[in-house]
């Protein structure tokens, strides 16, 4: 699941002309009693053939999920829009275009080429890629230029994170190692709530992870587009208003989403079971919604989802290793070892730390985590940060009446025998 995660608008995607998303539709699996689907509550439903129902039997019978979209694509046939070299789309009008012409310095219209250039499933995955590496990814990708490689400048405001409702009670323990020398975390050892959280990472679509960061992943063109998105008329430019909803707030596919966690992506969908009786056949049908509306002896009732994740009770109660770059693996005493041994770090180079961390922590971190190879040290750097002091100097005018309060931090790691009083 985690390897070959998959798509929650996949009856959208499969009407595209091009799809780049080549899993296989999700199947759903219900057991072959007819009380089953018509009974109160606890009907059960699986993606996995032959998991076991309350009834004793087999989960084998496939279930099909009513087409819940007669839309094709995401826009109307009829829009029209421009496509920026920064992924920015806007409305196709002669103004836009003008507007454009003189943002890149056209002078006159012998400077515009214009080509047509096809593309399929190969070129749409390169201009993916493109996009997460490179400033103007449509360059690069139709004239074929070198791939230029962003390079990331570390400015701090890159990892951070605009202001979130914290919630106190939804917090994980961590065990920091950090090198002093460089301020550097090593590795963290967690629980499995922690090594949940990162491998929740390979489950979230691209459009959830802009959601939860406002719009500001640090992919510029990324940010470009779903901006782009966020602004566009429903009613005017797209198939609908829930169409929008769904492409820029996306939720996990059914199943994907970890239950219990601090980043919470989108609320998982409803399953119902739609039941009748027609020309002496049982007939049962999966839908997401339900109608008032109903034909005689039409049921419709809401279907629980088995938890392929749910454990078989043994869990590994020593915990998660977690290094700088991401790599997890269950902590045996012998890895941290190995791992400082491979680090040639000394052992008074060490400090370890006890932290908590919550919701804004790891939206830090999954940022972090998208552009550079130290997520975690980026993520928590106020965790690693020395003890600080402050010092508050205070300015006054000749007249008395200026003055001004300057607060400097100074940290006792760059400066040991900085004794400062805080009168
Ligand atoms: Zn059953």
């Known amino acids: ?10 009856a959208c995607c499969q009407k595209l002309k091009l799809n780049i998303d080549d899993t296989e539709p999700m199947k759903y699996f219900i057991c072959d009693s007819w009380d089953c689907v018509r009974k109160e509550r606890g009907n059960l439903l699986s993606t996995f053939k032959n998991k076991k129902c309350h009834c004793g039997k087999p989960m084998d019978r496939e279930i099909s999920l009513e087409e819940r979209t007669s839309e094709n694509g995401f826009v109307k046939e009829t829009a029209s829009f421009i496509i920026c070299d920064d992924l920015r789309v806007m409305p196709n009008s002669l103004g836009t275009s003008v507007d454009l012409f003189h943002e890149l310095g056209a002078k006159n219209m012998e400077a515009i080429e214009e080509r047509t250039v096809e593309i399929g499933n190969k070129e ?34 890159q990892f951070e994170i605009g202001e979130v409702s914290s919630n106190v009670i939804r917090q994980m323990v961590l065990k920091v190692l950090i090198r002093k020398s460089d301020r550097k975390i090593l590795f963290v050892e967690g629980q499995e709530d922690f090594a949940d959280f990162i491998f929740g990472f390979l489950t979230l679509p691209l459009g959830g992870v802009l959601h939860m960061l406002g719009g500001f992943s640090s992919y510029s063109c990324l940010d470009k587009l779903y901006k782009s998105v966020t602004e566009l008329c429903p009613y005017r430019y797209l198939m609908s208003p829930s169409l929008k909803h769904m492409l820029v707030n996306p939720q996990c596919a059914p199943q994907f989403g970890i239950y219990n966690q601090i980043l919470q992506i989108g609320d998982l969908p409803v399953f119902y079971c ?31 989802i088995v938890d392929p994740k749910s454990s078989d009770g043994k869990s590994n109660s020593g915990g998660y290793m ?22 040639k770090v000394r052992l008074s180079d060490l400090e370890q730390r006890v932290i908590n961390i919550g919701l804004k922590e790891c939206l830090s971190i999954l940022k972090a985590s998208l552009i550079s190879t130290s997520a975690l ?20 005018s000749p007249d008395f009446r200026f003055v001004s309060v300057t607060i400097l931090h100074i940290y006792k790691y760059f400066n040991p025998r900085c004794n400062v009083s805080l009168n």
């Open 322 to 343: 977690v290094t700088d770059d991401l790599v997890v693996t269950p902590i045996l005493s012998i890895s941290g070892v190995s791992y400082l041994n491979r680090s």
């Open 274 to 304: 739609k039941s009748y009786e027609k020309d002496m056949k049982q007939i049962s049908v999966l839908v997401n919604s339900t109608k008032s509306l109903r034909l005689y002896g039409e049921l419709y009732k809401t279907m629980d």
């Open 377 to 396: 040290t980026n993520g928590l750097e106020k965790f690693i940060m020395p003890d600080k002091v402050l010092l508050i100097t205070c300015f006054r």
């Open 124 to 157: 749409l995955l390169d201009l993916l890629k493109c996009s997460f590496l490179s400033k103007t990814p449509l360059t690069d990708f139709i004239l074929n230029k070198k791939q230029f490689l962003y390079v990331y400048t570390k400015h701090q405001c």
């Open 1 to 10: 699941m985690l390897l070959r995660p998959r798509n929650w608008m996949e």
